[in-house]
């Protein structure tokens, strides 16, 4: 594998790693539930004890659970707050697997984080997860002053599934006018699109850990209607009605990916033949709040800053790169990092159980940095 040279990883990782992905084909077959289970109870994460340089307080925003950071040491002045969404494909994860990542953020950046404790599909479907996190967002503006944050520095954030989340919150919250304006949103290898699973990402990527192909489809589908029927088709592209993919052609096609990136093994991709029975089953995959990457451009001319961060062996890079072009066509800036030695979720291991990759931390470092700029 091209990628495990590139990204480090040790011969005894391989080892362990991709096989535990070929175990995930075997339980599959045994139900998708406990599969579900299973993996649940694998990254469900253990709560840490006490930060000696945090405040940590466990709390309910607009009846969601948060977890809120805030840095010990006394601050001249108000600080920045970020909303984090954690990842885990809108199915897994929580405040307490992603606890290390939003410490380091609160602890290095000397802001206030507030992770959010989302409801998981496949039990709550679309839009259960966004809407907690908009509700959530919302509740921390209406209450900053209890928590020392600056109205003008109000950050959202999150990866994976989370940057989804992150990425839907901020284009609802884009243009209003009775709530403070959002500073900026920081997007960490986002999934932001369900319509092409073939860009070239997609495909040079398909069977790279943390994220194979086939899971980007299974989870997007399991968010949105509790099961994964139809994913094959989905995989292939037979789920879009052909005058709607040539509308999104504008927006999510490889013609818009630049030519570097499509030089490790990518061949163009003729869609299946259209399935209605299909399209009616998954068309909410369409709505940007599920799909941020199809907002219309008046949205986007309204979205704060940006963070993009991608990485070269990621089924999900493309989403993000396309981002990045439909922010800047439409004047926003974007502060983008490409990690060229990572993969999907390796922000998360930045300081594993003693196994670290410097790649997560040098990605973390630039979030914490753009931050520290805002
Ligand atoms: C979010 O807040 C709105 C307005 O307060 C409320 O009507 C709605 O039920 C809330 N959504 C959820 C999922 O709790």
């Given at each position: 594998h091209d990628f495990c040279q590139k990204c480090g990883l040790e011969s005894w990782w391989l080892r362990t790693l991709l096989p535990l992905f070929e175990q995930g084909k075997i339980l599959e077959k045994a139900g998708v539930c406990s599969q579900i289970a299973f993996t649940r109870y694998l990254q469900s994460g253990r709560k840490l004890g006490p930060d000696p340089q945090l405040w940590l307080q466990d709390a309910r925003f607009a009846g969601v659970p948060v977890r809120v950071y805030r840095p010990r040491a006394p601050s001249a002045g108000l600080r920045a707050g970020a909303i984090f969404f954690h990842g885990g494909g809108w199915l897994y994860c929580s405040i307490d697997s992603h606890e290390k990542i939003c410490r380091y953020i609160a602890r290095e950046s000397e802001s206030v984080v507030v992770s959010v404790g989302y409801r998981l599909a496949p039990e709550n479907k679309y839009p259960a997860a966004y809407e907690d996190c908009l509700n959530a967002t919302i509740h921390f503006m209406k209450n900053i002053e209890h928590y020392g944050v600056d109205a003008a520095r109000i950050i959202v954030c999150?990866?994976?599934?989370?940057?989804?989340?992150?990425?839907?919150?901020?284009?609802?919250?884009?243009?209003?006018?009775?709530?403070?304006?959002?500073?900026?949103?920081?997007?960490?290898?986002?999934?932001?699109?369900?319509?092409?699973?073939?860009?070239?990402?997609?495909?040079?990527?398909?069977?790279?850990?943390?994220?194979?192909?086939?899971?980007?489809?299974?989870?997007?589908?399991?968010?949105?209607?509790?099961?994964?029927?139809?994913?094959?088709?989905?995989?292939?592209?037979?789920?879009?009605?052909?005058?709607?993919?040539?509308?999104?052609?504008?927006?999510?096609?490889?013609?818009?990916?630049?030519?570097?990136?499509?030089?490790?093994?990518?061949?163009?991709?003729?869609?299946?033949?259209?399935?209605?029975?299909?399209?009616?089953?998954?068309?909410?995959?369409?709505?940007?709040?599920?799909?941020?990457?199809?907002?219309?451009?008046?949205?986007?001319?309204?979205?704060?800053?940006?963070?993009?961060?991608?990485?070269?062996?990621?089924?999900?890079?493309?989403?993000?790169?396309?981002?990045?072009?439909?922010?800047?066509?439409?004047?926003?800036?974007?502060?983008?990092?490409?990690?060229?030695?990572?993969?999907?979720?390796?922000?998360?291991?930045?300081?594993?159980?003693?196994?670290?990759?410097?790649?997560?931390?040098?990605?973390?470092?630039?979030?914490?940095?753009?931050?520290?700029?805002?």
């Open positions: 999150g990866d994976s599934a989370g940057g989804n989340l992150a990425a839907a919150v901020s284009q609802t919250l884009a243009g209003g006018s009775d709530l403070p304006k959002l500073r900026a949103q920081i997007l960490i290898y986002p999934g932001l699109q369900a319509v092409d699973f073939n860009l070239p990402s997609y495909q040079q990527n398909q069977g790279v850990p943390l994220l194979i192909r086939k899971h980007a489809a299974f989870f997007a589908l399991q968010y949105l209607n509790g099961d994964a029927l139809h994913m094959q088709e989905v995989l292939e592209g037979s789920h879009i009605p052909p005058d709607m993919r040539l509308k999104y052609r504008k927006w999510v096609s490889p013609d818009n990916i630049p030519e570097k990136f499509k030089a490790r093994g990518y061949k163009p991709h003729k869609p299946r033949e259209f399935k209605a029975e299909v399209f009616e089953k998954v068309k909410r995959l369409c709505e940007p709040n599920l799909c941020p990457l199809l907002v219309e451009d008046a949205v986007v001319q309204q979205l704060p800053e940006s963070f993009i961060l991608t990485c070269e062996y990621d089924v999900l890079r493309d989403d993000g790169l396309l981002y990045k072009k439909r922010l800047e066509d439409n004047g926003v800036r974007v502060t983008w990092y490409h990690l060229e030695d990572g993969f999907h979720g390796i922000i998360g291991l930045h300081d594993y159980r003693g196994l670290s990759f410097p790649a997560g931390k040098r990605g973390l470092d630039r979030i914490v940095k753009f931050i520290k700029g805002l």
